[in-house]
């Protein structure tokens, strides 16, 4: 076993929850070399022609984790983990944080092909992917931002990829509505935190309006301008939102969770052109930080 390879025990805890071989097309190669490969070219960034050859043929490496991306395996798979999760009592509900960070894009991650959008009597397929590839421009280059919403265990619950540019605000109802981890005993999926903490960033009334119309507690700090506006509006503007500053505190733990997916560097640096990809890279390196 090689260094950063799957352990036994974490095995263990993959295994259960990976496709089964359907015997169409000749078999698989072994899972667990593949995705060995997969969390290798994760950790190191390096190119998927430089594999190592202890994982095979790096094209069987990259083509699986390219479909397992494109058909939503690795979501499946993050669900499934955290249900096991949960079931064991390991997943934190008392707070719940969200926060983004910016990744640079390699210059090997610009240059997608924009198809032609398929119209009525081509023989073209429909192509899927997103218009801008959650690629932004900025003055530092290109830049994708990681949206997400992490556990007080330091784990992700929910990942978004929007353009470096977009905002936060805007995608904190998102990120909370792909929050949702299956029941093992049955029943309707967990989707709602007892606590939420976010920055300043996340304060404004549509979230609030959110939170409040979903019993969600929160603590989030109301920004200078809005406040002002508030009191100039009188008994109008409403009361001043609460704010626990012990509550406000582990706001760190989505931090040191963003800290732990960077360890890995082609999340870091985002290398894949696709962002559907580049989600599956995120994806798996999520996983990598509950089964650990």
Same mark, same amino acid.
């Given at each position: ?6 352990t ?25 070399a593949?995705i060995?490969?997969?969390l ?10 430089d594999?190592?050859?202890?994982f095979?043929k790096w ?9 397992w991306s ?19 009592g390991?997943?934190d509900?008392s *707070? *719940? ?10 210059q090997?991650a610009?240059g ?6 398929w ?5 073209r397929?429909p ?7 959650a690629l ?13 919403a ?5 784990r992700?619950?929910?990942?978004l990829i929007?353009p ?14 792909l929050?949702c981890v299956?029941r093992?005993?049955g029943?309707?999926?967990?989707t709602?935190?007892?606590h939420?903490c976010?920055?300043?960033?996340y304060?404004s009334?549509r ?5 409040r ?5 929160h603590t ?11 009191q100039?509006?009188?008994s109008?503007g409403g ?5 626990d500053r012990?509550?406000y ?11 732990a997916?960077?360890?890995?560097r ?7 052109k ?19």
């Amino acid at each position: 076993m090689g260094r950063g390879d799957l352990t036994d025990a974490q095995w263990a805890r993959l295994e259960l929850h990976l496709p089964k071989n359907t015997g169409r097309g000749g078999r698989w190669r072994n899972h667990r070399a593949v995705i060995n490969g997969i969390l290798f070219r994760q950790r190191t960034g390096i190119p998927w022609r430089d594999l190592p050859k202890r994982f095979g043929k790096w094209k069987t490496v990259h083509d699986r984790h390219r479909r397992w991306s494109a058909d939503g395996t690795w979501d499946r798979i993050l669900r499934a983990v955290q249900a096991d999760a949960d079931a064991e009592g390991r997943i934190d509900w008392s *707070v *719940v944080s969200v926060d983004a960070t910016v990744c640079r894009a390699h210059q090997h991650a610009a240059g997608a092909r924009h198809r032609q959008a398929w119209k009525p009597g081509r023989r073209r397929k429909p192509v899927r992917h997103r218009p801008d590839e959650a690629l932004g421009r900025s003055r530092g280059g290109r830049t994708t931002k990681i949206h997400l919403a992490s556990d007080g265990g330091c784990r992700p619950l929910s990942i978004l990829i929007t353009p470096g540019q977009w905002g936060d605000a805007p995608q904190l109802i998102p990120v909370l509505d792909l929050i949702c981890v299956p029941r093992r005993a049955g029943g309707h999926p967990r989707t709602r935190p007892d606590h939420l903490c976010g920055d300043k960033a996340y304060s404004s009334r549509r979230n609030r309006f959110y939170l409040r119309r979903r019993q969600i507690r929160h603590t989030i700090p109301e920004r200078r301008d809005q406040r002002a506006n508030r009191q100039r509006r009188g008994s109008r503007g409403g009361r001043p939102a609460g704010f626990d500053r012990a509550l406000y505190t582990r706001r760190n733990e989505v931090e040191r969770t963003i800290n732990a997916l960077k360890g890995f560097r082609a999340v870091a640096t985002r290398y894949d052109k696709r962002a559907f990809v580049f989600h599956g890279t995120v994806t798996v390196a999520a996983i990598g930080l509950w089964i650990r």
